[in-house]
């Protein structure tokens, strides 16, 4: 089976797009391979990030918050999908993906901006964790060797 490598965007790469790789390269469809990357990353995941993803059986040797620079060489992987998580990601100049990848917004409110007890902070990720697993599983409903960068974007419409 074609496994697709999906890069999860963000600014600084430490909840949202941390989720969107693990939630990826542990999708039960096994479609996926995730990465996950920054323009402007941070020097850490963020603990409950970390947690869940570490609860969904991801590698948390793999956890760390990666410039998006990483995937913009010749030598990186080549990537099939580029999803955006966040408004600031969205908007900034993105490098150059070798192989033209299909892109996409799922844009989600920053989990870790939540303000209040621990419980409601966890709230927050689960439900960027829900959202982002929602499209994924539409994405692998999809016929994804026939994707392009307009049904990709449906996905978010649909969840």
């Not at 990826?24 to 096994?30: E, K, L, V, W």
């Not at 990186?76 to 917004?105: L, R, S």
């Not at 209040?116 to 990720?125: C, I, S």
Request: hydrophobic fraction near 35%; aromatic fraction near 8%; charged fraction near 25%.
């Amino acid at each position: 089976m074609k496994q697709y490598n999906i890069l999860f965007l963000c600014t600084h790469n430490s909840a949202r797009s941390v989720l969107g790789e693990a939630l990826a390269s542990t999708h039960p469809s096994g479609l996926f391979v995730g990465y996950s990357a920054g323009s402007t990353p941070g020097t850490s995941v963020n603990p409950i990030a970390r947690e869940i993803a570490i609860e969904l059986g991801y590698d948390e040797s793999k956890l760390r918050s990666k410039s998006w620079d990483e995937y913009g060489s010749p030598d990186a992987p080549k990537m099939d999908f580029i999803v955006t998580v966040c408004d600031n990601a969205a908007g900034e100049q993105c490098p150059y993906w070798h192989g033209n990848p299909a892109t996409a917004h799922w844009g989600f409110p920053d989990p870790s901006q939540v303000q209040g007890t621990d419980l409601e902070k966890r709230r927050a990720f689960n439900e960027v964790k829900n959202g982002l697993k929602r499209r994924l599983d539409i994405l692998a409903s999809m016929p994804l060797d026939k994707l392009d960068s307009l049904s990709l974007k449906e996905i978010h419409t649909k969840s």
